[in-house]
């Protein structure tokens, strides 16, 4: 039958391989972006952040690009392990000094 | 540290009850977020207080939804009459907003079944 829903991209990785996680943003006016991570059952969990005056951030084994140009994100996972599996959600502020716009997520599977 | 705290963590009612989810923020945080997950729509954001305000509720679906917070440690979410089409998790974030948007941190969620 038809499938019904967001369509979520997935990215399977080896266990000890980088893994890169993109997200295409909508809003030009965006000049806040982060990272969550969610595991199954669980409510998302912060990894990073950025702001727009910068173009890379590192946090330990991930780092997120900005590309304002053409409006892209994205997140390095060093040396990816099993815990590592879960959805990937960016999430933008479209300007506002509050409010987050999520993308649908990557799931991404870490295989042993 | 505790983090933001919610419950029940799962909730299953028949349609026509009504729900009550709850919520506590971080300490020292001053803005809070209702959000809802679900399949079709991802994350979506029902309500915002800052400063246990309601500043933006423009995401709560309809007036079956309501939100309060009468303090700056606890926010209540309620849902009546409640719909199957309810169903879905919710969850409550977390915010110290100076000015500027910030991390955002994310309870356990609440998992809405309703019959």
């Known amino acids: 039958g038809e499938s019904v829903g967001l369509h979520l991209p997935t990215l399977s990785v080896q266990e000890g391989d980088n893994s890169i996680i993109n997200c295409a943003y909508s809003?030009?006016?965006?000049?806040?972006f982060i990272w969550y991570k969610q595991e199954s059952g669980k409510g998302p969990q912060f990894i990073i952040d950025i702001r727009s005056n910068m173009d890379k951030r590192q946090g330990q084994r991930v780092t997120v690009l900005l590309n304002k140009t053409v409006k892209h994100l994205s997140l390095q996972i060093a040396a990816t392990q099993p815990g590592d599996s879960a959805v990937y959600f960016c999430a933008e502020n479209g300007g506002d000094d509050y409010k987050l716009s999520f993308g649908a997520g990557t799931t991404v599977t870490v295989r042993a | 540290d505790a983090g933001v705290i919610q419950s029940p963590r799962h909730e299953v009612t028949e349609m026509g009850q009504e729900v009550t989810l709850r919520c506590k923020p971080i300490s020292g945080h001053n803005s809070l977020f209702w959000y809802r997950q679900t399949m079709m729509r991802g994350l979506e954001l029902l309500i915002y207080f800052n400063n246990n305000v309601p500043i933006d509720d423009s995401g709560m679906p309809e007036d079956r939804f309501s939100a309060k917070m009468p303090n700056a440690s606890f926010s209540t979410l309620k849902i009546q009459p409640s719909e199957p089409r309810d169903s879905a998790v919710y969850f409550c974030?977390?915010?110290?907003?100076?000015?500027?948007?910030?991390?955002?941190?994310f309870g356990p969620g609440t998992r809405l079944t309703v019959l």
């Open positions: 809003n030009s006016a965006s000049d806040y």
């Open positions: 974030a977390s915010s110290l907003v100076q000015g500027s948007t910030d991390t955002q941190y």
